[in-house]
């Protein structure tokens, strides 16, 4: 059974930095990507950041590049979430997402099969 664990949400104000964590277990990312995803209220879940782990490369919404920086540790099967110079308008439920289909775009939320709980980052002006 796939279990995705996440950690480190928390509520920051406006220019602060968070890192998140997700611990994966009964899985293996492997060739595959593993990332993050975020639903603010009212608003679909869209991607944040993704990540394939065997090579490292990464995939950002415009909106986080250059602001969030997605990495892994293949050792652990965690990816991690930077955020810095965070905005209020990143105020979100944050999943992680693992196993990626393969048929759209990685960051799209409709093509990963397994899903954390996800953890809310708040962040106020």
């Known amino acids: 059974q796939v279990h995705l664990m996440e950690s480190g949400g928390g509520s920051v104000q406006a220019g602060g930095s968070l890192r998140l964590a997700c611990s994966a277990s009964?899985?293996?990312?492997?060739?595959?990507?593993m990332g993050w995803f975020r639903q603010a209220p009212g608003k679909e879940r869209e991607g944040v950041a993704v990540?394939?782990?065997?090579?490292?490369?990464?995939l950002y919404d415009p909106s986080v590049k250059g602001r969030f920086t997605i990495s892994r540790d293949n050792a652990n099967n965690t990816v991690y979430l930077e955020m810095s110079s965070l905005k209020p308008e990143d105020t979100a439920v944050y999943y992680c997402a693992a196993e990626w289909r393969g048929a759209l775009n990685a960051l799209s939320s409709d093509e990963y099969n397994y899903w954390g709980q996800g953890t809310q980052v708040t962040v106020s002006s």
């Open positions: 990540i394939l782990c065997a090579l490292g490369s990464a």
């Open positions: 009964g899985w293996t990312c492997g060739r595959n990507f």
